[in-house]
């Protein structure tokens, strides 16, 4: 019930297109769902986060879509840029302290 | 603003021995969670500390633990080292009330 589960595996999208990766749980007690970016040999870095009691929120290319019925959100960066290569990993928490779920991520890969 | 710091970058031990690794959480952050990132794999949640007590646990074994100092400071220890402890572990702090976790660079354990 703990499960966050995370697709696609790995994304090659052109300069300039749009990447989409989605994410689906199952735990409905979880009301904090946040996106990371993780570059080789760093630590994940927060990107843009969105609680259910709204269903898009964007920040600047970045934009988190949510589905509560569907228990489903998904990650879409517009114009995506080289600089985009990364690994995205999509994560929920539930109330109290906030121990994060993370789904196996997703490599991105933007061409030029 | 020193964002969280993790020490060492690297390091290598010998199966079954010890390791400590040590995290200092962002400024204004009270609470301090470590997570396990094998090579390939979304990070897993091993602990969380708050006022110098595990507040939560994930599903690691005893052979993991940990402290936090009154500076919020904390240490990941972990004995009987395994070859499958090889991983890279991230510590993240998070501020009272909102719910954003902030990693570090991570400490890359390889285990011989």
């Known amino acids: 019930q703990q499960q966050v589960k995370q697709s696609p595996q790995s994304l090659i999208v052109q300069k300039g297109g749009i990447s989409i990766i989605n994410c689906a749980y199952e735990?409905?007690?979880?009301?904090?769902f946040p996106w990371y970016q993780q570059f080789p040999g760093k630590g994940p870095a927060l990107l843009i986060a969105?609680?259910?009691?709204?269903s898009e929120k964007k920040e600047g290319r970045f934009t988190i879509s949510f589905n509560k019925s569907a228990k489903q959100f998904s990650l879409h960066i517009m114009d995506s840029q080289p600089g985009d290569s990364a690994t995205y990993f999509c994560?929920?928490?539930?109330?109290?302290?906030?121990?994060?779920?993370f789904g196996s991520g997703t490599r991105l890969q933007v061409q030029p | 603003d020193a964002g969280v710091t993790q020490s060492p970058t690297h390091l290598i031990k010998t199966r079954g021995q010890q390791v400590t690794l040590r995290c200092s959480p962002k400024s204004g952050h009270d609470t301090v969670s470590w997570y396990q990132q094998a090579l390939g794999q979304g990070p897993q949640f091993i602990f969380q500390y708050y006022e110098e007590e595990e507040r939560q646990r994930g599903n690691f074994p005893d052979r993991f633990s940990g402290h936090q100092f009154p500076n919020y400071s904390s240490e990941l220890n972990v004995n009987a080292l395994l070859l499958g402890d090889s991983a890279l572990y991230l510590c993240?702090?998070?501020?009272?009330?909102?719910?954003?976790?902030?990693f570090g660079q991570g400490t890359r354990l390889t285990v011989v």
């Open positions: 969105i609680r259910p009691d709204v």
């Open positions: 993240a702090s998070s501020p009272v009330g909102p719910a954003e976790a902030f």
């Open positions: 994560a929920a928490s539930a109330p109290g302290r906030r121990a994060l779920t």
């Open positions: 735990n409905t007690a979880f009301d904090y």
